[in-house]
């Protein structure tokens, strides 16, 4: 249902060592329609790790990427109204939508509704002024040609006083500085938000949000 409307897709799984009944779900999957890549880490990765991880296996011949964590959920028509931007120029290499943040925010509701493409470096100037927040979190059909092995998309994390948890931000606002950025006006995306997440444990509680935002 997700690549309704698409010439060819592929889910890409990556298992970060988990201990519970994860293999045995990806495996019931294994002849789906859509192909199913599974890949599984030897050991427990950070976040930042796992991450950087999963965009390696994207495909090659792929022309876009969408990381989605395993407790977030798209909408079925996400990736058919994201590529129907896309497409239209390719230049753009980024398309966002608007999400529910943990405040109960819709994201993105500030940019106007009657433009959905926008130069990629007034976007990004328009963020850090916090007109919007449109470029916060990991929610963006990517287009592959971004990826650049063997650096890792989502940084490394090195050097003191680094980035904490928005390394997913730092890598949509490089992204605007080659090139233009797509937005859906619609939530096409289900943050989930509970307890045992790493915003709830550590981001919120930690206020790493606010300590990331001057390294941006």
Known sequence: ??????????????????????????????????????ARNTSTLSMLANWNAAVALVPKTAQ???????????????????????ETDRRILLVGCQWRAYNDEIVGHE??????IFEGKEILRSYLRREHAALAGPHMLVRRCLLNPPLP?????????????SFDTEAN?????????????AELVHWRQHPGSATSTSSLKMRLFDADWPLL
């Open 111 to 116: 940019l106007p509704r009657a433009k959905s």
């Open 1 to 38: 249902e997700f690549f309704s409307g698409v010439k060819s897709g592929k889910v890409v799984v990556l298992d970060n060592a988990s201990t519970d009944a994860t293999p045995d779900i990806i495996r019931a999957y294994a002849n789906a329609r859509v192909p199913v890549l599974a």
């Open 153 to 165: 998309y989502y940084g490394d994390g090195g050097g003191a006083g680094g980035i904490v948890v």
């Open 173 to 185: 606002l490089r992204a605007c500085v080659r090139g233009l950025f797509g937005f859906v006006h």
């Open 64 to 86: 876009y990427f969408w990381l989605l964590c395993a407790d977030d959920t798209l909408a079925p028509h996400a990736i058919t109204c994201a590529l129907k931007i896309a």
